[in-house]
């Protein structure tokens, strides 16, 4: 349980009580949740076999299926809304269009409010309510504050959300404002929403949710372990995942790092971490063998990634260093061409997600992913999250894969003359 937690710090390894409400060392790193797991081994898998056949929560859910290695809280404290449990796909579209054979696709758009971060907000929720917080609040430019928000009202917990001015995608501020969260607008970008949350928890009573929270973390892990557990405990030699604050890139190498550690796995993936061309600090960072990361004011249409000071990124690049990964970034036609081979395959997602597609595209163009290599990339919000970008893309006609609607009168011989030429 929970006397077998600590947080520690990710630089000079100092150590903190589990309930420390601080997600920042005294020398300034952040903090990183460190846990026992020295009492497993290859049994534990019995019993995450054995939960599969579970069909109540929480022990059904994708995340809390795998407790032991998430958060071992009491199941009273459980915050969840039946989580992960996302599908694994093939696609012939998208191993053709990526010229990679060995394709996987994890679609986190599955989760309840259509993202990836109901993984890690299930988990945080969860110690939120166990610590007995009231309120909760984040920064977020969408997915972040809907989940929080549904999580928040299904416990009955206030929700505090701080957005950016300017280009948010209204499908995933509705969530929030329909789930109940007090929605400020913030005169700036997601930098500035983010730095004025840390300053109003930190003053008033109020539990902070974005990925500088570690029990996130430790949820957003899940992803990795439910997938080898998809792949019977054999990992892919490559995983790509988009980058924008790196939360799931720091969850996925402390996840992939932790397995191998137990030995539920033999090998370590690599990480290939895909950012936007106009969000791209990490990318700048690694390319240059830069120690620190560079600020920068992002522009992209991928606006779950718009993000210029990504707060985890020295957790991230632990997880690259820790699995021989690689850093790449797309321009916007790219993301959105990408997209929409995603799309056409029927798997369907966000802009942001199929950077993960179109990057695994072009480590294959440049030789880093080879013809032989298995490679699972993440999509991690639904399609339905940012219509306009969509909608935008296939009214240009000149656009790769455009769809434009066709006018045609109602004339059933005109109509069967447009289909046949179709």
């Given amino acids: 349980m929970l006397n077998k937690i600590s947080l520690e710090c990710i630089d000079c390894k100092k150590n903190y009580p589990y309930h420390r409400k601080e997600y920042r060392c ?68 998208l191993s053709g269009y990526t010229k990679i054979k060995n394709l996987k696709i994890k679609h986190e758009g599955e989760n309840p409010t259509g993202s990836f971060k109901d993984r890690g907000m299930t ?34 917990l206030q929700s505090y959300v701080f957005i950016p001015d300017g280009d948010i995608a209204y499908g995933k501020l509705s969530q929030a404002l329909a789930y109940g969260g007090k929605t400020i607008q913030i005169k700036g970008n997601f930098d500035d929403a983010m730095d004025m949350v840390q300053k109003v928890c930190s003053e008033l009573d109020i539990y902070l949710l974005n990925s500088i929270n570690p029990y996130r973390i430790e949820g957003q892990k899940s992803i990795v372990i439910e997938l080898m557990h998809q792949l019977n405990w054999n990992p892919p030699n490559w995983i790509v995942l988009p980058g924008g604050n790196l939360g799931n890139t720091s969850a996925f190498g402390k996840a992939i790092k932790e397995l191998y550690g137990i030995g ?126 969509t909608i935008n893309y296939h009214m240009k006609e000149n656009n790769e894969m455009s769809n434009k609607p066709i006018k045609v009168d109602c004339d059933f011989e005109k109509i069967k003359n447009l289909i046949k030429m179709k």
Avoid at 30 to 39: C, I, P
Avoid at 45 to 57: A, P, S
């Fill in 123 to 156: 988990s945080a929720i969860s110690m939120a309510k166990y610590l007995g917080y009231k309120s909760v609040a984040c920064a977020s430019t969408g997915n972040t504050s809907a989940s929080m928000a549904s999580f928040a009202a299904t416990c009955g």
């Fill in 264 to 389: 539920l796995i033999s090998k370590i993936p690599r990480l290939a971490v895909i950012q936007a061309q106009g969000a791209n600090p990490f990318y700048e960072m690694i390319s240059k063998k830069e120690n620190s990361i560079s600020s920068m004011e992002p522009h992209t249409i991928a606006s779950a990634i718009k993000i210029g000071n990504p707060v985890s990124w020295k957790k991230a690049k632990n997880s690259i260093d820790y699995t021989g990964g690689v850093v790449d970034q797309l321009s916007e036609k790219k993301i959105m061409d990408a997209k929409a081979y995603v799309d056409k395959s029927g798997i369907g997602a966000e802009p942001a997600s199929c950077c993960s597609i179109g990057g695994a595209k072009k480590l294959r163009e440049k030789g880093i992913i080879k013809e032989d290599e298995s490679v699972v990339c993440i999509l991690t919000g639904n399609i339905l999250k940012d219509t306009d970008s």
């Fill in 26 to 93: 005294d020398c300034g790193n952040l903090l990183e949740v460190k846990q026992d797991f020295t009492s497993y081994g290859q049994e534990i898998l019995q019993k995450f076999q054995k939960r599969l056949e579970q069909l109540q929560l929480p022990l059904s859910s994708g995340v809390w299926r795998y407790k032991e290695l998430v958060l071992d809280i009491p199941e009273n404290n459980i915050v969840s809304r039946n989580e992960g449990n996302t599908n694994l796909y093939d696609s012939k579209i």
